[in-house]
């Protein structure tokens, strides 16, 4: 059995979390969290658990993640046009959004 990782991109927002995440030591345990739970969803972008809640608009998946700060979520969607991207292929995991739920 082949087990293969997808590749994963951010959005802008997706990056100025994460960014804002790692400049604070502090905040080191809620990304671990969502580093966890993005490797997770490009390790099987199928997997019933990364699919499990899909919103119609934006069209994306959404997964829950239980962070040190509360619940947060990872909205997610594959990467369906190669033209969409410079860097990521059909069958790559693109993040939309990460963050607290509202």
Same mark, same amino acid.
């Not at 082949?2 to 030591?25: H, K, M, N, P, W």
């Not at 099987?44 to 994306?60: E, G, M, W």
């Given at each position: ?5 997808? =590749?994963?991109?951010? /959005? ?6 994460? *960014? ?15 580093? =966890?739970?993005?490797? *997770?969803?490009?390790? =099987? ?23 040190? *700060? ?11 046009? /190669?033209? *969409? ?14 963050? /607290?739920?509202?």
């Amino acid at each position: 059995m082949r087990c293969t990782v997808a =590749d994963y991109g951010f /959005s802008e927002q997706a990056v100025t979390a994460y *960014e804002g995440l790692a400049r604070d030591q502090a905040r080191w345990p809620t990304l671990g969290a969502v580093e =966890d739970a993005i490797l *997770e969803i490009a390790a =099987d972008p199928t997997a019933k658990a990364a699919r499990a809640r899909r919103f119609q608009d934006p069209s994306c998946f959404a997964v829950p993640v239980q962070t040190p *700060e509360g619940d947060w979520i990872v909205l997610w969607r594959p990467v369906l046009d /190669s033209s *969409e991207f410079d860097d990521l292929s059909v069958g790559a995991v693109y993040v939309v959004y990460f963050g /607290s739920l509202p």
